[in-house]
């Protein structure tokens, strides 16, 4: 009952002074991350480096749901645009726990268009957390990439969240 009257005054005080709170998925993304991270070397520990991304991605599936871990390579979307609707099925690599995307990469190196197209499907997905994990490297954990939801792990004025968003690129 204290917890509830806890919670319901920090929403109170948070929408009187405009301020968003953290994103609900954000705690349970953020602990996610080192079982995923974790089932990745596992997958690069085993088949190394040098393949095709499709088989990294099918493995690191195959690795998390081993691990007993909820996975998804493809949802159907809502998008709206100026007045229009449609719905389209968005295909991503791997989704853990509807909360955390995963973009397995066998590249040379990560570019900025790889993260950028990883926010663009956050964005479009609601996700607080994503990783872009490059499979092409000796040793995997310097090719991987945490990415965050612009606002996801802070309480912000909305109101500077909202310029900020007007000045993004995309």
Not at 51 to 58: F, K, R, V
Not at 113 to 139: C, R
Request: proline share 4%.
């Amino acid at each position: 009952m204290i917890f509830f009257q806890i919670s319901l005054a920090s929403a109170t005080w948070c929408k009187k002074r405009s301020i968003s709170p953290m994103h609900p998925f954000f705690r349970k993304a953020s602990g996610l991350t080192e079982t995923i991270i974790a089932a990745a070397i596992e997958v690069h520990r085993r088949i190394g480096p040098g393949l095709i991304e499709s088989i990294y991605e099918w493995c690191l599936l195959k690795e998390l749901e081993l691990r007993g871990l909820l996975c998804a390579s493809q949802k159907v979307v809502v998008i709206e645009y100026k007045g229009f609707v449609r719905e389209e099925p968005l295909r991503f690599d791997v989704m853990v726990e509807n909360c955390v995307l995963v973009e397995a990469k066998a590249v040379q190196s990560v570019l900025p268009i790889h993260k950028a197209q990883l926010l663009s499907y956050m964005k479009l997905l609601n996700l607080p957390l994503g990783l872009v994990i490059n499979f092409h490297e000796m040793k995997l954990t310097s090719g991987i990439h945490r990415l965050i939801l612009p606002g996801a792990n802070e309480r912000a004025d909305l109101h500077e969240q909202t310029e900020t968003a007007e000045k993004e690129d995309f």
